[in-house]
Structure formats: structure tokens, C-alpha cells
């Protein structure tokens, strides 16, 4: 079965200081991946989708950035973060071509709160 | 108008009770329709996806109406443990790597 993992689960950054946060699926290969965000008590706002190593499409433009290095591997990134990133980050995959049903599947999140 | 719109709640309800919520989408190009689930403080999950002809999965029932572009889910015989938050999800294009629009959700609370 394919699971989905997000480190860390929490991250108190102060305000210009770098971001790093890592995702990796496990049991599915050349999996579509995305990145969400969920500032409070608003809904999912897509940032990034990936279909393949080194593909990076961005949804919203801002201070992050997107990588996949790996075909299961999935990074966000800032160089100096900002008050207004404070929120829920998830990633997500979905099958990639061949099966059109869109599901996507959530990792637990990491929360990170900008100081 | 809003790309997926959902009234926020709370929804108190008795156990047992059967509750309903509906979703309206603005995109007539939208292709997938899902209901998931969100525990506070934790990831969505995936409850149904949405189907044409409707379907149903024990005590949860989803119905989509493209006409009038709005998707439904029912909950009969509610326990305890539906309380959460139920997000509306439309894709956001018309295929390939898609995205997924997400409403602010509704909130649920079954009272015992």
C-alpha cells in the first residue's frame, strides 16, 4: 500500500530565516505531487504540482519554491520566510497518467509558525 | 461566485440524526467531485468521490448535479465520531496532473 510521509510535523522559524520541508511517497511509482497550504481558518490553496522528476509547475506566486530531485521526493523551500507563510503545509499525491480519477492523498502536514 | 462554496456551519446535531450539506462549483468543466474529511489539526481524508449517477457508502450518500453545479453529501444515523470538518473538492481543470479546489469546509459537531 502506498503511504506518504511529511517532516517535520512542526517548525517555529523566525522571520528571514530559511525553510526546508520534505515530503516522500512510498509504494507507488512516477506519482503526480502537490503542495497545499492552509492558513487558518481559510481552505487548501495549491501552491505546487509536480508529474515528473524536475517538473515543477507553480500555482501561486510567492516567496517558495518547489523541487522533486527524486521521483518520490518532493521539497519545499524558502530562502527567507515571511510572517504571512505561517500555516497547515500538506503535500499530496495521485496517481499519474493512466488512472484519471484525481483522488489525492494527504500526508500528515507540517505546521510552521513564522516569528 | 466562488469556486467551490459551502456553508461553514457549525451543524449541531443529535446522534442518530441525519444531516445533509450541499457544495456549489463555479468551474462547468470540473471532471472529479469528492467529499473529504478533516480532523482538527490533522490532514483530509478522503471520504467518496462524487459520481454521476450518485452512490453511497454505509451511512454516507454523495449525489452531484451538473446542472445546477452543485454536489451533495447525507449522513444518516450520525454517530460521535462524524464530528469534523467535511471539505467539498472539485479539480480544478479539465485533465492531466490536476489540482484539486478545496471550499472552506463545513462544520460538524454530532452532540450526544
Not at chain 1, 506518504?4 to 515530503?23: F, M, N, R
Not at chain 1, 495549491?46 to 518532493?74: K, M, T
Not at chain 2, 444515523?77 to 489540482?99: E, I, M, P, R
Request: charged content about 15%; overall charge neutral.
Amino acid at each position: 500500500s502506498q503511504t506518504i510521509h511529511q517532516w517535520p510535523a512542526t517548525l517555529v522559524q523566525p522571520v528571514g530565516s530559511p525553510l526546508s520541508l520534505e515530503c516522500t511517497v512510498e509504494g507507488t511509482s512516477n506519482p503526480n505531487l502537490y503542495w497545499y497550504r492552509q492558513a487558518a481558518g481559510r481552505g487548501l490553496q495549491l501552491l505546487f504540482y509536480s508529474v515528473g522528476i524536475g517538473q515543477i509547475s507553480s500555482e501561486v506566486p510567492q516567496n517558495l519554491s518547489a523541487s522533486r530531485p527524486q521521483d518520490r521526493q518532493f521539497i519545499l523551500s524558502s530562502k527567507k520566510l515571511l510572517l504571512s507563510d505561517s500555516g497547515f503545509y500538506l503535500c499530496a499525491w495521485s496517481a499519474g497518467t493512466g488512472i484519471a480519477t484525481y483522488e489525492q492523498y494527504f500526508g500528515p502536514g507540517t505546521r510552521l509558525t513564522v516569528t | 461566485r466562488k469556486e467551490v462554496e459551502q456553508d461553514p456551519g457549525p451543524f449541531n446535531v443529535p446522534e442518530g440524526a441525519t444531516v445533509a450539506f450541499n457544495c456549489t462549483y463555479s468551474n462547468s468543466a470540473s471532471q472529479s467531485f469528492f467529499w473529504y474529511r478533516q480532523d482538527c489539526r490533522k490532514e483530509p481524508k478522503l471520504l467518496m468521490s462524487v459520481y454521476s449517477s450518485g452512490n453511497e457508502d454505509g451511512r454516507f450518500t454523495a449525489q452531484l448535479n451538473r446542472a445546477s453545479q452543485y454536489i451533495s453529501l447525507l449522513i444518516r444515523d450520525s454517530k460521535l465520531s462524524d464530528s469534523a470538518t467535511y471539505l467539498c473538492v472539485v479539480n480544478k481543470w479539465g485533465g492531466g496532473a490536476d489540482g484539486l479546489t478545496f471550499g472552506k469546509g463545513t462544520h460538524l459537531i454530532i452532540q450526544p
